[in-house]
């Protein structure tokens, strides 16, 4: 059996995992990062990355297509689009490829080994992998734990046959024709729309009363009636029972069963961390619920050891994973790091796209104190004008004693670019006057985010 010793093991090389190995590799940490699967993880193989290409893709197809239909205001008109989705799977499958090179060859420039295989505690400081070639040990005086997330599957629709998880629908080689989305949070949204455009019968049931209720209804109306105006149809407040003869079973709240006519039933029910068949028992680790408890250095229960990513809570998203790995690298390598940002933005990209960061309006009202609430309708936008794009608005959240933007969200066509703005406002403190003060260029939608500011302050331009 090979044994090799570093400073610094990560395991997982998804975007927690990769960002921090290449971290510590800068700062001259000797790191050893395993991978079992492809470099990248679920974001860059099965999760953001080609969820956004197919989205893209079937954005561009309903487009053509709406211009076949001789609706197109632009006064393009076209004939017979199709759409190939082998073609669009084999061109997203390109760009993921490019990308798993991308990360492999930063980790070599980092000069971070990586050993491929899965790998499996022996104890606090030592870990076993299953290579190709063989067991190999590694002894590290650090170890990152990054072992990230996977599908929630229910017991009584288990994947398989015409039952999938976000990342069968992303390599289908046809469009189904009647598609069945199990859950209306934002994978089930950001797929079924795209799935819709692409021309399936998408329906979509949701447990809650209201999909997407991770948001306020506000900001989730444009959405609500775009999926309406796509021929999704939504049913809220039922349970998903199972499947029978081509249909997904539901249950209605008052105990009827109803058949949802699918060839694919989509669950989208939720994420888990992957804490099981790595050795967790073998290190007995505290856990927060089902994830792995960490501090505000991303420090364990146990000493040396850390976790980052997925595998140790919401929200669940690649930013926060890299942003957790990069700090944690630099605690290794001897930097005094915490945890200290204020927001950790989120985009979902369902059509339109949404944004959040920073506080709700109800989380901001919930700690006291009086609120300056400004929006700006993308209706009153040029540059929304020109695309199309007017459904949607900027809406910003501060105190109203001393002007502090406590939450910045927006909903619109293209609004995911704004997350930038949005988080580096919050990050730098931002006062209203800041932003409403900052000369935003014309015609963006950005400029919808400074008419929100001035409109919280009372003296909007354009409105
Ligand atoms: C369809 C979909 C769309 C998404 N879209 C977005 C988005 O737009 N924006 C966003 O921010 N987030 C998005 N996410 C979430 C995002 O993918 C995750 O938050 C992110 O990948 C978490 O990174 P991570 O490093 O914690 O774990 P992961 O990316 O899950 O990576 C963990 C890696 O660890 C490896 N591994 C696990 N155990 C072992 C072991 N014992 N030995 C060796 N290797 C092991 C796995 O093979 C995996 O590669 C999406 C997810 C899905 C499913």
Not at 59 to 87: C, N, Q, R, Y
Not at 202 to 229: F, G, I, M, N
Not at 230 to 249: C, D, H, Q, S
Not at 358 to 380: D, V
Request: hydrophobic share 45%; net charge neutral; with cysteine.
């Amino acid at each position: 059996m090979k044994e090799i010793s570093c400073k610094l093991l990560v395991i997982g090389a998804g975007p927690g995992g990769y960002v921090c190995a290449i971290r510590a590799g800068q700062l001259g940490v000797d790191t050893v990062i395993v991978e079992a699967g492809k470099p990248g993880g679920t974001c860059l193989n099965v999760g953001c990355i080609p969820s956004k290409a197919l989205i893209h893709a079937a954005e561009e197809f309903e487009k053509v297509l709406h211009m076949a239909g001789g609706e197109s205001p632009l006064g393009i008109s076209v004939t017979a689009p199709t759409l190939d989705l082998a073609k669009t799977i084999a061109w997203k499958d390109g760009i993921v490829s490019r990308l798993n090179s991308g990360v492999a060859g930063l980790l070599k420039k980092a000069g971070v080994k990586t050993v491929h295989g899965w790998a499996t505690f022996r104890d606090g400081k030592t870990v076993a992998v299953e290579t190709e070639t063989g067991s190999q040990v590694i002894r590290a005086e650090a170890i990152a734990i990054a072992t990230g997330s996977a599908p929630v599957e229910l017991p009584f629709l288990p994947f398989g046959g015409p039952v999938i998880s976000s990342t069968e629908a992303l390599a289908l080689s046809e469009v189904p024709k009647k598609l069945a989305v199990v859950g209306g949070g934002y994978i089930g949204l950001e797929l079924g729309i795209a799935f819709a455009k692409m021309g399936a019968k998408v329906t979509v049931v949701e447990a809650l009363p209201r999909v997407l209720a991770q948001y306020d209804s506000e900001l989730t109306r444009p959405v609500v009636k775009r999926l309406s105006a796509l021929g999704i149809e939504v049913i809220t407040g039922v349970k998903a029972k199972g499947t029978k003869g081509g249909a997904l079973l539901i249950e209605t709240s008052d105990g009827k069963s109803v058949k949802v006519a699918a060839d694919k039933i989509l669950m989208t029910v939720g994420r888990k961390p992957v804490t099981e068949g790595w050795g967790l028992e073998q290190i007995d680790l505290d856990l927060a619920g089902k994830f792995i408890r960490i501090d505000d250095q991303c420090r364990t229960s146990m000493r040396g050891i850390f976790a980052i990513g997925d595998v140790t809570g919401e929200p669940m998203l690649a930013h926060r994973a890299m942003a957790q790995g990069e700090m944690v690298a630099e605690i290794v390598a001897g930097h005094k790091r915490s945890w200290d940002k204020r927001s950790i933005p989120a985009v979902c990209f369902t059509d339109p796209e949404l944004v959040t960061a920073g506080l709700s309006p109800e989380e901001a009202k919930a700690l006291g104190g009086e609120l300056k609430i400004g929006m700006f309708p993308f209706a009153a936008n040029g540059r929304a004008m020109t695309k199309l794009g007017e459904d949607g608005f900027v809406r910003v959240v501060a105190r109203a004693d001393n002007h502090l933007v406590l939450g910045i969200q927006a909903v619109g066509q293209g609004a995911s670019e704004l997350a930038a703005a949005f988080g580096l406002a919050l990050e730098m403190g931002a006062r209203l006057e800041d932003i409403a003060g900052t000369i935003h260029a014309h015609p963006t939608q950005g400029e919808g985010f400074q008419e929100a500011a001035l409109k919280a302050l009372g003296h909007a331009l354009h409105i």
